[in-house]
């Protein structure tokens, strides 16, 4: 007997519990976001109704990195997944406030008079900025660090005071945790000077101890952000406009405060259910039980409104956790939710500090173990258990590398001498070969497990750290696990005997970067010498690998100041069409041609040239996504005589078509741009100058914005450079492209030759141990040891090879020539641009041309052949002429 | 198979070739040819059209070598290959089979006698039998 299948047009799904519930979420945060986007995810088909209804006037956002918006200047960067407000069965209301909660009738009332009905009610309401009581407090002037909103008017204030005052803004921070060190970096970032004012003993008392809190005072304080500790604000006077001007503080003494940020902690936001007559915790907040409900069983409380064991977390991971519980037991589950050892981590700060587990060792007979460099600002801490094999907790300041490594294994055994551990050479060695269990949680943010990450390379076929992070979503929030999941990852591999293998191709074992380091030493200058020396055998190589040993022997010889013309005859017959003809191959066979514009630059008796030279060969003209022009439908055969009129006119190849810098986009800088901070432009010119035509393993662009509103969008780019009052930011490792990466920040506040020296440093490691085709994105983030340790190499120079990579690059600028205006000038060269060999006037007459708007494209097979034309100047011509006929007919 | 002397027609000089690199050239029945002068100074004349993007465009691609077994020899043997400029795909340029079509169909290209007579470059003015694919009209 057959079963009859069904039918597609009635898709068969299972009931869900939730079917025909209303749902509703009081809070537009985080968790109310991840609420949404878990119920969505684990019940795709159930037929039920979610509002959400959050006060502030944004999408729900992501708060952790609050501090970013200073870099970004726009709130939609922080913005969490929005493909979940696109669900028809989830509606978001914003900017509007739930006013009251009746339980009775299920009914809640919003400030706009709107009343919305529940079967199920979630507080998600979080917390709200308190501020200790203290006379002037609430003076203009007086800002919280804890919206969008706040952020934008604290910048706002900032730059208005800083015009009225005509001198530095001088501002107080109330509070030493980790948001009131990232407040005193953004009022720093700002251009004001900022004093932390904390009262306890220490900075970020709550997560350090005594040794941490004074490692991270001596370097917070070598950022040039002063702190004092043991002493409060008490009172507030107005300078003579009535602004907020001076603070008060317990000791008697005072500080100038032209600006004051209260970062002194959160209380829950509970009225609503207060109110509601729910129960409420000795220190506030909703009081929940494990399945995060609350006294009333159709209300239910998560993130920091729910008061846990008496406890309102004020951290994301218990957030998520708690979300992912409700809308587990939403779905018939029996999930609890339980506080892990969490762990705090500072971040925008540009200071490294870290700490999880028992730090203070309270747990009866606690062994503390620690290791302090006050010359180096290190300090590092491990707390065990009396027997010194359970690892209790950990401190970490200046150098965090351990702990994404150590946090997940609290409680558990260290399984290595804890004093090698943290020993200042090498000591995360000792853990290397340490593996997690499967239950220990790597990523905390998202609550994902070793074994997950293991499952997700094991069985899912996850084989780079990025495809883990999009599997799994572990790595995506605040990144700190990054490492281990990059650990996790190699150890499996190696295990399960899957060798990623690196080899070239058949006719090389070596990786790119292995056969780089080979040429180098051994000295080969042409294909041949290169396979015979380290090839598997005979052959004469292939696709893959004749463009890569031409991309390396030719970034080798630029760096030697021993020009290998990239294109000359030596390296010709390697490359790719492209980088052979100095120009991109277009999808009918032309090519397109695209000079540099350094910095966007391009005078108009340059344009004249180009616009002439695109109009006597009829073709297409765009501006690319380079801040560049190019002209595209040009045959083999013109390129020549068409280069030849542009580099007569001053114009430069621009590399379109290598494996090199293509090019460095800037913003207007400070010549034009009434806000710029930095003369991005003049820089963008200078980096161009210096690093154009470098050969690289993949393509590079570099991005120069002259404020943080970053219209060069240079965190997108390989290499970004933005402008700040103090000097320049350099971010490395962004991307645009299939797998966007921002890029992240290497080093804050150079002068132009520092950050010169540092892109110089960055570049060459990345041409030396980058693998083919790997962007820098994929290489910082695979890179040993994270950020951390590129920073170490390249602005610190930990393996001294600074200035011999500096020398290298000044090799590589000096003997920069500009390849077209070469190759125009070379008869031989010239000779090579035929269309056939044995008929050079004659071209490939299969190429048509059709006009759309206005301008030519390659006709294609569904285009009518009495609307195509053989050439683009003909195309070009008969569209002129219609339009000419036209024009004469309308008059 | 080699075809008949008549029907060779010359095209250049073996000097005027670029070693490791191709040259487009035009048969007279106006039929576009790519041929490469190969590091062991051979010549190969293969279609200019490249069957998986449409252009002609293969006097442009890379050549190189693979290791090849073939079905009833045991030992390997090296075939010079030929890439297409445009995605990728890799064809035996001996015979024109398709070594790697990147995921795609085999579409093999059609193979022109060569011979170097007095060092002019004579190719057959028809592809070899059997090479190439029916329904690729270049």
Redesign the interface.
């Known amino acids: 007997m057959t079963v009859p299948a069904p039918s597609p047009l009635v898709p068969v799904r299972a009931r869900s519990p939730l079917d025909g519930t209303r749902l509703l979420v009081l809070g537009g945060g985080m968790t109310g976001h991840r609420l949404a986007a878990r119920l969505r995810a684990e019940d795709p088909d159930g037929d039920w109704s979610l509002t959400v209804i959050g006060e502030e006037p944004q999408r729900p956002y992501d708060r952790v990195h609050l501090s970013d918006w200073f870099d970004h200047h726009h709130e939609d960067l922080l913005s969490l997944e929005t493909g979940v407000w696109d669900d028809p069965r989830i509606t978001l209301v914003t900017g509007d406030k739930a006013e009251s909660l009746d339980r009775s009738a299920h009914t809640v009332t919003c400030a706009s008079g709107t009343v919305h009905e529940y079967d199920r009610l979630v507080l998600a309401t979080g917390s709200w900025a308190w501020a200790p009581r203290a006379e002037g407090k609430d003076l203009p002037g007086s800002f919280s660090y804890r919206t969008v909103a706040d952020v934008e008017s604290l910048a706002a204030w900032v730059a208005e005071r800083g015009e009225t005052l005509g001198r530095e803004v001088r501002g107080v921070v109330v509070g030493g945790g980790v948001l009131g060190l990232e407040a005193a970096a953004a009022l720093q970032g700002l251009g004001a000077h900022s004093t932390v004012v904390e009262f306890a003993d220490r900075l970020m008392a709550v997560q350090l101890d005594d040794g941490g809190g004074e490692m991270l005072r001596l370097l917070i304080q070598d950022k040039g952000i002063d702190v004092r500790t043991g002493v409060g604000a008490t009172a507030f006077r107005p300078a003579a406009d009535g602004a907020i001007g001076t603070a008060e503080l317990t000791d008697g003494s005072e500080l100038p405060a032209d600006v004051v940020v209260f970062s002194t902690g959160i209380r829950p936001r509970d009225r609503i259910g207060r109110e509601a007559g729910l129960a409420v915790g000795e220190r506030g907040g909703i009081v929940v039980g494990e399945s995060c409900q609350t006294s009333d069983p159709d209300i239910w409380a998560i993130g920091e409104c729910a008061s846990f064991e008496g406890v309102c977390a004020g951290l994301i991971a218990p957030g998520n956790d708690m979300a992912d519980v409700v809308v587990d037991r939403f779905l018939g589950g029996t999930r609890t939710h339980s506080r892990g050892e969490g762990g705090t981590k500072l971040k925008g700060v540009g200071v490294d500090a870290a700490a999880f587990g028992d730090v203070n060792a309270m747990t009866p007979d606690a062994l503390e173990v620690s290791f302090v460099d006050p010359v180096h600002r290190q300090y590092r801490k491990l707390v065990l258990s009396d027997d010194a094999t359970t690892l209790l907790g950990g401190v970490f300041v200046g150098d965090i590398s351990l702990y994404s490594q150590l946090r997940p294994l609290t409680g558990r055994a260290l399984g290595a001498d804890p004093s090698a551990v943290i020993a200042p050479e090498g000591g995360g060695d000792a853990l290397a070969g340490a593996e997690l269990p499967d239950d220990a949680v790597v990523c905390s943010c998202n609550n994902i497990a070793a074994g997950a990450v293991r499952h997700s390379v094991n069985e899912q076929g996850c084989h780079t750290v990025g495809a883990i992070k999009e599997c799994t979503t572990a790595g995506t929030v605040c990144g700190s696990c990054v490492p281990t999941l990059t650990k996790i990852l190699n150890q499996e591999l190696a295990k399960s005997g899957i060798e990623v293998s690196r080899a070239l191709c058949?006719?090389f074992d070596h990786s790119r970067a292995e056969l780089y380091k080979l040429v180098e030493e051994g000295g080969q200058e042409t294909f041949?010498e290169v396979v015979a020396a380290h090839g598997t055998?005979?052959?004469?190589?292939?696709?893959v690998?004749?463009?890569t040993v031409a991309s390396i022997l030719s970034s080798l010889g630029a760096l030697a100041g021993k020009r290998h013309n990239p294109v000359g005859r030596q390296l010709?017959?390697?490359?790719?069409?492209?980088d052979?003809?100095m120009a991109n191959?277009q999808?009918?066979?032309t090519y397109s041609v695209i000079p540099a514009m350094p910095a966007g630059e391009v005078t108009p008796e340059k344009l004249l040239v180009f616009a002439q030279v695109a109009k006597d060969y009829g073709l297409y003209v765009k501006v690319n996504g380079a801040q560049r022009i190019g002209m595209f439908g040009a045959r083999?055969e013109q390129l020549p005589e068409i280069w030849e009129r542009l580099v007569a006119a001053g114009f430069q190849s621009g590399h379109a078509y290598g494996k090199s810098l293509r090019m460095v986009k800037s913003c207007l800088g400070t010549n034009w741009c009434r806000f710029g901070v930095g003369d991005s432009t003049a820089m963008a010119a200078r980096l161009e100058a210096r690093y154009r035509g470098l050969r690289s393993p993949h393509k590079l662009k570099i991005g120069v914005s002259g404020c943080a509103r970053e219209c060069a969008e240079a965190q997108a780019k390989d290499v970004g450079v933005i402008a700040t009052h103090r000097g320049w930011n350099l971010y490395v490792g962004g991307n645009g492209g299939a797998q966007p990466a921002h890029a992240q920040l290497l080093v804050e506040d150079l002068d132009d030759e520092t950050l010169q020296r540092c892109i110089d440093r960055f570049l060459i490691l990345y041409i030396r141990e980058a693998d083919k085709l790997q962007r820098t994105a994929r290489w910082v983030e695979e890179y040993p040891g994270g950020i951390a340790e590129l920073r170490r190499v390249v602005v610190e120079d930990s393996l001294g090879i600074g200035e011999e990579l500096e020398a290298a690059m000044q090799r590589h600028a000096d003997s920069y020539v500009d390849e077209w205006a070469e190759a125009v000038n070379d008869p031989e060269r010239r000779a090579?641009f035929?269309?056939?060999?044995?008929?050079p006037d004659?071209h490939?007459?299969?190429l048509r041309y059709v006009i759309e708007r206005e301008q030519i494209r390659p006709a294609r097979s569904e285009d009518d052949p009495a609307d195509t034309f053989p050439t683009p100047l003909a195309a070009k011509e008969h569209a002129l002429a219609g339009a000419a006929q036209l024009s004469q007919e309308d008059q | 198979m080699t075809a008949p002397a008549d029907s060779l027609v010359a095209i250049c000089p073996l000097e005027a070739l670029t070693p490791e690199r191709g040259s487009a050239a035009l048969l007279p029945d106006g039929t576009q040819i790519a041929v490469f002068l190969l590091d062991d100074g051979s010549v190969h004349a293969v279609q200019q059209h490249d069957p998986y993007s449409g252009s002609n465009v293969l006097s442009r691609g890379l050549v190189g070598t693979h290791r090849l077994t073939a079905e009833g020899e045991d030992a390997e043997r090296l075939v010079p290959t030929l890439s297409s400029p445009m995605y990728k795909q890799t064809w035996d340029l001996s015979t024109g089979a398709v070594i790697d079509a990147g995921g795609g169909a085999k579409k093999p290209i059609r193979v022109f006698d060569v011979e170097v007579r007095d060092g002019q470059v004579h190719v057959a003015t028809a592809p070899r039998p059997g090479t190439g694919s029916q329904d690729d009209e270049a």
Request: charged fraction near 25%; include cysteine.
């Open positions: 058949e006719h041949t055998g005979a052959g004469r190589g292939c696709a690998c004749r463009p010709g017959s390697l490359q790719d069409t492209n052979h003809v191959i999808k009918d066979g083999l090579k035929v269309s056939f060999i044995n008929a004659l490939d007459k299969s």
